[in-house]
């Protein structure tokens, strides 16, 4: 009888033991960007767009372009009528000949010592100042015309003539025809690796046997509402029979140079919080055990996984499920793999 109860209760407690192991479900650390090219949606850009506006007020003479015009560089775009500029400039003409007159006089004068120094500085400061008056007419009467800064077509006009406008509002909106560019949004994932972009180029839907060379223009430090960094790229080497025009969806693709990612990326369920900080178990495949670790984590993928910008190592093991009900160094046993003849687990 004490057998008995021997053996049964040596049973119970093997059957106590084994059960204080769990079963994790675990995963391999991955460099983040491996994967040498990523992909972001862009728009094309017009190279310069500028909305154009007189520095005078005035009523509009004409406005010889329509919408959609092509204009050379200096081509006239808009005139205010000049009437009255052209009678501030001839006063002021005449006051500055009469001015200019008498200082002469008066230097001849002051060198032969027939007049005070207060009378020549006087002069002098006078003619100085009726020269300033003089030019800032003849500024304002050449302000009337308003000229193409560079070769383009009109995009909008926003008078029509006979209209009055202010000085310093939009009359006619201008885009050139220089290289257009691209522009993308990048995550803070892609923005700190940044410095380890190799070339760039970009495919638009209407040209889908066409792949576009790009070269980078700048990125801007500073991340918008939606914490992304806007990205500035210009199309090179365009072939004459495609040529991507503004308002043009892109796809822009930026490759990396191998070898450059210090990130890593894991599935979303190996974080979990221990005392308000990030944290994975890592599996110790020697001991068999779990240790925490803590990790900074960067940015959550659509794909379910997050990049860590640090805290792991590439091909370090963590444990994906469970992960709340385990200790500090506690021994685990890894969850089988499904064999793909044995899917149900039956054989």
Known sequence: MGITLFILSSCSSGKTAKETISTVKTDTVRRYGQELVVTFPGKIKAAADVNLAFRVSGTLLRVPVDAGTYVRKGQLLAEIDPRDYEIQLAATEAEYNQIKSEAERISILYKQQSVTPNDYDKALYG??????????????????????????????????????????????????????????????????????????????????????PLELIGITPKANMNQLYTMRLRLRQLPEQAFPTPGMSATVTLHYRENESMLTQIPLTAVFSNNGNSAVWIY????????????????????????????????????????????????????????????????
Do not use: W
């Open 284 to 347: 110790n495949p020697e001991y068999k055990t779990v240790s925490v670790r803590f990790v900074k984590p960067m940015e959550v993928k659509t794909d379910g996984t997050m990049v860590i910008s640090d805290g792991l190592q590439p091909d370090e093991i963590v444990v994906t499920a469970g992960v709340h009900s385990l200790e500090e160094g506690q021994v685990v046993e890894l969850l089988p793999s499904v064999s793909p003849t044995n899917a149900g687990g039956l054989l």
């Open 127 to 212: 003619l100085q100042q009726i020269t300033a008056k003089y030019n800032a007419h003849q500024n304002a009467l050449k302000d009337t015309r308003l000229y193409a800064p560079y070769d383009g077509y009109v995009q909008k006009r926003y008078f029509e003539a006979n209209e009055t406008v202010s000085a310093g509002f939009s009359v006619i909106s201008m885009i050139n025809t220089g290289s257009p560019e691209v522009e993308i949004n990048i995550p803070s994932s892609e923005y700190i690796r940044r410095h380890a972009f190799d070339s760039y180029s970009c495919s638009v839907d209407i040209y889908p046997d066409v792949i576009f």
